[in-house]
């Protein structure tokens, strides 16, 4: 999810906004519905005025009928329709369910007496408005021809105009950040080595000017890097021939001590030429075409060939069917190093190869580092100023790790110095 911090943010925000226009809306819908039935309710009293002079007149349905279609009401009288309205209809507001109490005064003294209250209730059904009064003398329904049924369409209107922009708005923002998302696979495929790849894009917004800043910084970078490859490769060139002219004019001394003197030189001197062409080759390694899936064993036997040690002084106890994906010279080279490295600084000249929570490891005994491992792992640092090492080794191990994306950790438990290739 952090991946898309920014896009869930926007979502989120979307989700909230809609949320809240909603609710905003449906309180609005239900107070304006409200107020529009108490404002239609109060046509009940015309009706009620009516219904009590029918009653207190004695008047016929005929006249009752012809005052209440002066104000458009309609007087029903099927009693199957009465009932159906009654159970199906939705009530919409009552008024009159209490009865008054009334002190009358009887030869000085005083009584109570309960008076029927007419009850008036207003119903919808089927797109219609009735009222249906209750006396203590009967009933009726009537239906008011001339009110409708509360509709919101005008709010609706409102609401879907509303959400519609507020949705094409989010969508146009989704729209704007989809750049961003292609500019982040493009920095994934750069940092895994794909130097040729282009940042430029269309543009001038804000996202397209931190493209074109990285397509700058890209053409930068394959610069300095192309001149740092050369200039290695050209040192290093120059480099090996007065060392092998060296080597030759060596053996034309007269002294075997000073032959001896300047082979060590020399050869040291080509090691470690050797060495800077591998940390070249390690630093600016882009593509894995090379690597491929081998058994651990089979790197480790090649290792200590390489290393040209004694069988003796290296123990391997690995699982035979362990398997690692890697450039096989180069993940060699850094199981070779860490055997030179566990022979020469261990008490007994002895390293041991294990397996340990499936993480390889190098045993050896000795004495604990004094230094963090940081420090070790810096070119040209070595515990031993006497030892016959330039301190590449470490550096050059870390190296090649880091491009099979692991890394070199170390840990001292009783005595025993354990490098781990994590």
């Known amino acids: 999810m952090k991946k898309h911090a920014v896009l869930l943010t926007v979502l989120f925000a979307m989700v909230v906004t809609l949320l809240s226009v909603s609710t905003v809306f449906w309180e609005f819908y239900k107070l304006n519905k409200q107020q529009y039935i108490d404002q239609i309710f109060t046509k009940y009293s015309v009706i009620t005025q009516i219904y009590k002079n029918h009653e207190q007149q004695d008047n016929n349905d005929i006249m009752f009928e012809a005052n209440l279609a002066v104000y458009k009401f309609k007087l029903e009288t099927d009693e199957k329709f009465i009932k159906r309205i009654l159970k199906k209809g939705e009530i919409l507001k009552q008024d009159g ?8 005064k009887k030869q000085d003294l005083f009584s109570q007496v309960k008076v029927k209250r007419l009850r008036t209730t207003m119903l919808e059904y089927k797109y219609s408005i009735f009222f249906y009064i209750q006396s203590p003398l009967g009933y009726v329904l009537i239906q008011d021809e001339e009110l409708r049924p509360y ?6 209107y409102a609401y879907a105009s509303i959400i519609l922009t507020l949705i094409i708005s989010f969508l146009l923002i989704f729209q704007r950040l989809r750049p961003l998302t292609r500019l982040r696979r493009k920095i994934a495929k750069f940092g895994d080595g794909d130097m040729k790849i282009s940042f430029k894009t269309d543009g001038e917004d804000e996202i397209a000017q931190v493209a074109q800043e990285l397509e700058k910084t890209r053409e930068k970078i394959n610069t300095i890097l192309e001149s740092r490859t050369l200039f290695l490769r050209n040192v290093m060139h120059e480099l090996k021939t007065p060392i092998a002219k060296g080597t030759i004019a060596t053996q034309m001394l007269d002294s075997q001590k000073q032959i001896d003197r300047f082979t060590s030189i020399f050869g040291r001197l080509e090691s470690l030429v050797g060495e800077f062409a591998l940390i070249e080759e390690v630093t600016s390694v882009n593509d894995k075409s090379e690597f491929k899936e081998y058994r651990l064993v089979d790197i480790i036997d090649g290792a200590i060939d390489m ?3 004694d069988a003796s002084s290296v123990t391997v106890d690995i699982d035979t069917s362990k398997k690692v994906y890697a450039n096989y010279r180069l993940y060699t080279t850094a199981i070779k190093n860490m055997i030179d490295n566990g022979i020469k600084y261990s008490t007994n000249a002895h390293v041991k190869l294990i397996m340990k929570n499936k993480e390889l490891c190098f045993e050896s005994i000795g004495a604990c580092l004094k230094h963090p491992l940081k420090y070790y792992i810096e070119p040209f640092t070595k515990e031993n100023p006497s030892k016959n090492s330039f301190g590449l080794g470490l550096y050059l191990v870390d190296s090649i790790l880091k491009a099979h994306d692991e890394v070199l950790a170390h840990e001292f438990d009783n005595g025993v110095n354990r490098f781990i290739f994590a």
């Not at 369910?97 to 009358?104: P, Q």
């Open 151 to 156: 509709r919101a369409w005008s709010l609706f």
């Open 97 to 104: 369910n209490e009865d008054k109490i009334l002190l009358v």
């Open 307 to 309: 290393a040209m040690v």
